[in-house]
């Protein structure tokens, strides 16, 4: 059996008081619960995106390690998809490939609102 961890949207760096409680508690308890994995898989939103957004800083790796020491997963073993908070939604090469991205239907990708008109 293969068992794994799937965390997302942790929005490190984030000033919220009740998501930063949320955070804080998350590895505590997963070393209380016992719980171990064979993975951890993170699907976007790692750090924060707005005014306050410093980039990835050294603590949101510490943490994610944390996570993954807390269920006994070695690091090459954690899986990062990106969301769109962790990458640079402005630059032109991504801008360009997205608009190559015909749908059926007549629908069509707009990077800027972030949504399919179909």
């Known amino acids: 059996m293969i068992r794994w961890l799937h965390i997302s949207d942790l929005h490190l760096g984030s000033t919220d008081f009740s998501t930063d409680e949320l955070r804080d508690e998350l590895v505590g308890f997963?070393?209380?619960?016992g719980l171990k994995c064979d993975y951890v898989f993170c699907t976007g939103d790692i750090k924060t995106a707005g005014?306050?957004?410093?980039?990835?800083?050294?603590?949101?790796a510490a943490y994610l390690k944390d996570i993954c020491l807390a269920v006994?997963?070695?690091?090459?073993?954690?899986?990062?998809?990106?969301?769109?908070?962790?990458?640079?939604?402005?630059?032109?090469?991504?801008?360009?490939?997205?608009?190559?991205?015909m749908f059926q239907r007549r629908g069509y990708y707009y990077p800027a609102k972030g949504n399919i008109n179909h």
């Open 51 to 60: 005014p306050g957004d410093k980039g990835f800083t050294d603590d949101m």
């Open 72 to 101: 006994g997963v070695p690091v090459e073993r954690l899986f990062i998809v990106p969301g769109n908070h962790d990458i640079n939604r402005e630059i032109n090469i991504r801008k360009d490939a997205i608009k190559k991205v």
């Open 30 to 33: 997963l070393i209380k619960e």
